[in-house]
């Protein structure tokens, strides 16, 4: 049993046990869902834009993924509330392996979830464009995921305690979504406004997930992907160099 | 204190560790020989688990230098960590996972091959007493079965140094004769380096080969027991550690600023 596999593990089986986060993780997105997308449908069709389901569902997995990818980064707060973390920084085991560990059992659980979510907007209407475009999907649902749950555990080293976290939350996480294109699309929009959802990684995450579920896509998938990698990348550098300098 | 012919497992010159404008650890210095059983004395708030902290990498000194199985826990933290284990004084399991999953997870950490990892499972879980719950979370047991677990995990794989902060505190005194039997034999077998805390001095006076009493962040007396009582002209070591670190000594003569750090000690308590 390798290192990477015994961290992954331990993060499935915590998310396994505590069903009540699971389920309530899942409300928001389900939320936004319905709500925005019976409420919004009628005026989104009117004013030409077809089947608001249809474009609202990759977004609401994209946020789903978002939500829960950062909510898992950010468990090392608790990891060194419980004290649990100390076992971890102590080991002869390498502060990438740590956090590759942690980031792929949260990404993981951050892809079944938004598979949940996008499951249920099928029930509600949606149809994936190209089901053959299905594994692709998957895997820039797996990269969103890695990107946020390696940002949030990146940010949670350097907290001491869950104090910040409606900083996180209202200053991060909320703008992220709502400033991505996952509710409306990146077009006419003003200035301002598309040049934050432009420095926005989210943005192309929902880009992908529009292009691989709904077959409509404003960056292009290559440039999706060598964003959102490039940016996982310099994530992990910098979240593992931030777990070097934890002190407890 | 270098002994001809043994190699120091642990040494220490001026360390400090500061935080803020309060001193926890004031310029201590001290060594460890291979294969010895060290104690590590002191009142609350002395400055043994800050040490205990700087020694395995998890809290960066103000100033001194360390050294631990000949790697400076500060530059070659990779090193250094090969080189111990640690219980540590406070909670350090995952609660949300059962106790033979704790154990696992330290075992894989410390890449023990699976058979022998199975083995010594099986056999502290048994030593602890904890076999017949092995497969209950571990935020199902009590105090104690939790920080006899701590010491099963801590013992899981054979370091050339261990450290054990209070390891047995709050255990009962069969489980706590069982464990220092099995951390001696470790020693006698293995060679292992043994640095440990705790505040039962007949404990430390059985187990010990050496001890040093610190109070108030400065080492104020090392060596054996018998030296210790010798020098306090004292019968047991609790007498010699009490004219040491003074029965009432924070009370009597203490500067304002003394009376501030020990204000600030309860505080935190
Ligand atoms: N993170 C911290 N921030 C501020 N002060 C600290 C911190 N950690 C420890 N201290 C202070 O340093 C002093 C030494 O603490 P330490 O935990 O090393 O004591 P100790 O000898 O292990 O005591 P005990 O026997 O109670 O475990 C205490 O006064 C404590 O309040
Ligand atoms: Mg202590």
């Keep these: 049993m390798g290192i990477l596999y015994v961290m992954w593990l331990r993060q499935l089986k915590r998310y396994w046990r505590s069903k009540p986060r699971m389920v309530g993780m899942l409300g928001l997105p389900l939320l936004f869902l319905v709500a925005l997308g019976f409420g919004f449908g009628p005026i989104y069709q009117k004013a030409g834009g077809g089947d608001y389901i249809q ?25 060194r509330q419980f004290g649990f973390l100390k076992e971890t920084l102590v080991a002869p085991v390498s502060r990438l392996q740590i956090m590759l560990g942690r980031t792929l059992g949260g990404a993981t659980v951050a892809v079944i979830q938004g598979i949940i979510v996008l499951a249920i907007s099928m029930l509600v209407g949606f149809r994936i464009s190209d089901l053959i475009l299905l594994p692709l999907a998957l ?20 907290l001491e305690d869950m104090q910040a976290f409606p900083l996180i939350m209202n200053f991060i996480i909320m703008p992220l979504f709502f400033l991505s294109g996952a509710l409306f699309p990146l077009v006419g929009l003003p200035d301002a406004i598309m040049v934050i ?38 994530v992990f550098a910098a979240g593992s160099y931030l777990f070097e300098k934890i002190e407890i | 204190m270098k002994r001809a012919g043994q190699k120091a497992a642990i040494s220490v010159e001026s360390l400090f560790r500061k935080f803020g404008n309060f001193t926890a650890v004031d310029g201590i210095s001290f060594e460890v020989s291979s294969g010895e059983i060290f104690a590590f004395l002191g009142p609350n708030g002395a400055g043994k688990t800050t040490t205990i902290k700087m020694l395995t990498t998890l809290l960066h000194p103000t100033r001194g230098k360390m050294m631990v199985n000949g790697f400076d826990p500060v530059h070659e933290k990779d090193a250094a960590r090969h080189s111990f284990g640690i219980v540590f004084q406070d909670p350090s399991l995952d609660d949300e996972l059962t106790a033979q999953e704790n154990m696992e997870f330290h075992g894989v950490l410390y890449g023990i091959p699976n058979v022998l990892r199975r083995e010594r499972i099986s056999y502290l879980l048994d030593l602890v007493e904890l076999s017949e719950r092995k497969n209950s979370l571990v935020r199902t047991f009590s105090g104690g079965m939790k920080r006899r677990l701590e010491i099963a995990r801590g013992l899981l794989h054979h370091p050339k140094i ?60 090392q060596g054996t027991a018998g030296e210790l009582k010798k020098t306090t002209k004292s019968k047991s070591l609790e007498e ?21 750090r020990l204000d600030r000690r309860l505080w935190r308590r």
Aim: aromatic share 12%; net charge negative; no cysteine.
């Design chain 1, 55 to 79: 474009f609202l569902a990759p977004g609401v997995t994209a946020m789903t993924i978002l939500f829960a990818a950062m909510f898992s980064g950010i468990e090392v707060i608790w990891d």
């Design chain 2, 162 to 221: 261990l450290f054990l902060d209070e390891p047995t505190l709050g255990l009962d005194p069969q489980t706590r004769n069982k464990i220092w039997e099995y951390v001696k034999s470790l020693n006698k077998k293995e060679g292992m380096t043994i640095f440990f805390t705790t505040h039962y001095m007949d404990e430390a006076e059985k187990v010990a080969d050496r001890i040093a009493i610190i109070d108030n962040g400065k080492i104020v007396a």
């Design chain 1, 139 to 158: 895997f820039f649902m797996f990269l969103i995921a890695l990107l946020f749950t390696a940002l949030g555990t990146a940010i949670a080293s350097m």
């Design chain 2, 240 to 260: 010699s550690f009490l004219k040491l670190t003074g029965h009432h000594i924070r009370e009597e003569n203490s500067s304002p600023k003394d009376r501030m």
């Design chain 1, 197 to 234: 959802a432009l420095f926005n990684p989210l943005s192309y995450g929902v880009d992908a997930l529009h292009a691989m579920l709904g077959g409509i896509s404003t960056f292009g998938i290559w440039i999706d992907f060598i964003v959102l990698g490039a940016l996982t990348l310099a």
